[in-house]
């Protein structure tokens, strides 16, 4: 049997981040009751003239600049002409053989792929995926399919999308999830998208191919379209991999088309052929001018690039001395990373605070992008245990009530009475007083059992009621015996 290899590229369409529409000034909103945020633009009448969203323009350069695109310095908006129910002017504004980004690339990191291919030594960590371009375009209107009727709200209608081509540069379901998730991570650190699939802020076309291994030329590809999660990206890929591979073996010749994925069935099926390719007759609007994108607008991009999570990565393990492992998990999400920062300003031992966050706070559940603690009072408990005044354990105690009861660790600690105690007087009393009551472990000390020690510091640990600071405990008894 031939070995098989995967041919993968994406198309994935991003709705921008804007207060208003793309061409006109009604509110960009997802979740307001249907067809309240329209006016004759949006809703293609006659006689309306479109003026093109500054900052959507703004933030697709900006997209451009953080995936290493070349930025076009001038470029147009094309009609693409078809009929749809969805689109009332019968043609979507789009930009066709100039788009704003050119090529480009996203880059893959480790924790992108899915959490139980981390560690397979055939995942390729820093894989680059090239682009072919990032364009600017509307949305269309959002149907809904009842049995017996439709229905279409028109707030969606003219919002800024942006689409971005990959090149088949993807190899397997695993890279085409990393592809998505690294591409999410960047789209939220620069504020463009929040990119959120299950609210169809991030939608994504799969075109999937197979040859057999070593072979240069592409196979017949299918299309998958409009998935929104990415585990469903990845499970589909898996099946129609499969698919592919059966009807190859068999004999049966794989027939362009396009195809959808029900995700109950976990399967694809096909919803038609591709004949011929469309005739979308694009011709340039002759309602927009063109953009000359040197003119401020890729200065004012340029301004805003903010620190992308693999320089996040490097900062978070240099300045805080963190593994690269906490780094890389806390720089894949901008949030949690922003949130670390402040966390750990006034810490003295900062991999403590990564610990906390990551280890204790992840783990209750918390959403990264509305944490309800401040952020100080994660560098208070660190210090609280660095600065001796308790311990690991009742450290634990502390966060555990801390994230219930909302108050800060000094409280805490008060509250709970659990202050250790380090006053060295008062540590002296109780190791005498353990001395005294155990002339046995005294005697076994003296006869060269050094481990007898570990009983006295028990019995002190005790007559404090766990108060005591082990560590100073242990110092002063071994002067005390020596003594
Ligand atoms: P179309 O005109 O059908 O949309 P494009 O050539 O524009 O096709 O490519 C769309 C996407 O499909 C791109 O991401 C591209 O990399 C990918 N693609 C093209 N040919 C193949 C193939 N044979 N197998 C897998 N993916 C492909
Ligand atoms: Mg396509
Ligand atoms: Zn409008």
Redesign the pocket.
């Known amino acids: 049997m031939a070995e098989y290899e995967a041919?993968?590229?994406?198309?994935v369409h991003v709705q921008l981040k804007t207060n208003t529409k793309m061409f006109c000034s009604c509110v960009n909103h997802f979740g307001a009751a249907p067809n309240t945020h329209v006016c004759p633009v949006c809703l293609g009448l006659p006689g309306v003239l479109p003026t093109p969203n500054k900052e959507a323009v703004i933030k697709t350069i900006l997209t451009g600049i953080m995936l290493d695109c070349d930025i076009a310095p001038r470029c147009k908006f094309d009609r693409k002409n078809y009929f749809y129910p969805d689109m009332p002017k019968n043609y979507q504004i789009s930009q066709y053989d100039q788009p704003l980004c050119d090529r480009g690339a996203v880059t893959l990191n480790l924790l992108a792929y899915p959490k139980d291919v981390q560690n397979d030594p055939k995942t390729v960590a820093d894989k680059k995926i090239r682009l072919?371009r990032i364009h600017l375009e509307e949305d269309v209107a959002k149907s809904t399919h009842f049995e017996t009727s439709s229905s279409i709200d028109f707030n969606r209608a003219g919002t800024p999308l942006m689409e971005i081509?990959?090149?088949?540069?993807i190899r397997s379901p695993e890279e085409a999830f990393a592809y998505l998730t690294a591409l999410k991570q960047i789209l939220i650190y620069g504020g463009v998208s929040d990119a959120d699939m299950e609210k169809g802020q991030m939608r994504c076309?799969v075109?999937?191919?197979i040859r057999p291994k070593g072979q240069q030329e592409?196979?017949?590809?299918v299309?998958i379209k409009n998935m929104n999660s990415i585990s469903a990206v990845r499970k589909a890929l898996h099946f129609e991999i499969a698919r592919q591979i059966e009807d190859v073996e068999s004999g049966t010749t794989i027939i362009q088309q396009t195809r959808r994925w029900d995700d109950g069935r976990s399967e694809t099926f096909m919803m038609r052929t591709?004949e011929k390719?469309h005739d979308y007759r694009y011709f340039p609007d002759p309602d927009l001018l063109p953009l000359n994108t040197e003119e401020g607008l890729l200065a004012e991009a340029k301004s805003r690039l903010p620190e992308l999570p693999a320089a996040k990565k490097a900062r978070l393990v240099k300045d805080f001395a963190l593994s690269e492992y906490q780094a890389s998990v806390l720089a894949s999400e901008v949030a949690l990373a922003n949130y670390f920062e402040k966390a750990a300003a006034a810490a003295k031992n900062k991999s403590a605070v990564a610990n906390f966050l990551l280890n204790d706070y992840l783990a209750t559940g918390v959403d990264v992008n509305a944490i309800p603690l401040p952020a100080e009072y994660f560098s208070e408990l660190a210090n609280l245990v660095e600065d001796g005044k308790i311990s690991t354990k009742q450290a634990k105690d502390v966060f555990a009530k801390m994230v219930s009861d909302g108050k800060s660790p000094a409280v805490l600690v008060k509250e709970l009475g659990l202050s250790q105690i380090t006053d060295t007087a008062e540590l002296e009393k109780l190791c005498e007083q353990a001395i005294a009551a155990n002339p046995r472990s005294v005697a076994d000390f003296k006869a060269g059992k050094t481990n007898a020690v570990n009983a006295l510091k028990g019995q002190v640990m005790k007559l404090s009621k766990g108060k005591a600071n082990p560590q100073a405990v242990g110092d002063i008894l071994l002067k005390k015996l020596q003594a």
């Not at 081509?165 to 540069?169: G, K, L, N, Q």
């Open positions: 041919v993968i590229g994406l198309e072919v081509v990959s090149e088949a540069d076309d075109n999937v191919s592409f196979g017949t590809k299309e591709k390719a």
